[in-house]
């Protein structure tokens, strides 16, 4: 069963989860949920950073730019006080959506640089082809401190038809024209040796391809509490 908590351990290191799982839930007797409370809460932000400024790892999984917890109108008249203090509630009446800001219980300079992951992640989400892109995109070196990394997690979305173009259009479309122009080069030069005429330097410069951007490095975490 896998766990639902906000924070666990695997080994020397701490995951947090910056994401709905913040908020606990309280089931009643007759199935009613009841938001309980909203982590962290100042003492286990606290233990947070104890862990990290004492050489402990942490690693922190952001879900998406804006935390939004969706629930009843009627779950939502029952939320703590403090809980409703630290967050926007939004409702048509029906449904009603929490908004949690995005690392809130971090020091501002680690915060910002977690807000500015997230702002890159978006991008190669936003330019990348959905089924080429990891589970996980993790943050790349260089960092401070070390000992903290901040990962995105992705929702995994079924196998569709529709997806594949554009996975078709980013593997072949820029290939076929690079492959179509050093395919010519090459079959020029081979006439140039046996004819012994000099290759052009147009000819020269289309054999040269500039190599694609570098991905983010990334990983898939799995945890069996």
Wanted: net charge negative; hydrophobic share 45%.
């Amino acid at each position: 069963m896998s766990s639902t908590s906000a924070s666990l351990k695997c080994g020397n290191t701490l995951v947090v989860f910056d994401g709905p799982r913040r908020l606990a839930w309280r089931t009643s007797i007759s199935g009613d949920y009841t938001p309980t409370a909203l982590w962290p809460s100042p003492a286990q932000a606290a233990q947070v950073l104890d862990h990290l400024y004492g050489g402990g790892c942490l690693l922190v999984l952001l879900e998406q730019e804006r935390i939004s917890v969706p629930m009843y109108a009627e779950e939502a008249d029952r939320l703590p006080p403090d809980v409703a203090a630290r967050a926007d509630l939004t409702s048509d009446g029906v449904v009603s959506e929490l908004h949690l800001p995005v690392l809130d219980w971090m020091p501002p300079a680690l915060r910002e640089r977690g807000l500015r992951f997230l702002e890159n992640s978006t991008g190669l989400l936003r330019e990348s082809p959905d089924l080429l892109l990891p589970h996980l995109i993790v943050e790349t070196p260089p960092y401070q401190p070390e000992n903290l990394r901040f990962a995105r997690l992705r929702t995994p979305r079924p196998f569709s038809e529709d997806r594949l173009a554009p996975v078709t259009d980013h593997l072949f479309t820029a290939d076929i024209a690079v492959t179509a122009a050093i395919s010519n080069a090459a079959a020029i030069s081979n006439a140039a040796v046996i004819s012994d005429t000099a290759v052009t330097p147009d000819i020269a410069a289309a054999v040269m391809c500039p190599a694609g951007s570098a991905m983010a490095g990334a990983h898939t975490w799995e945890t069996t509490p």
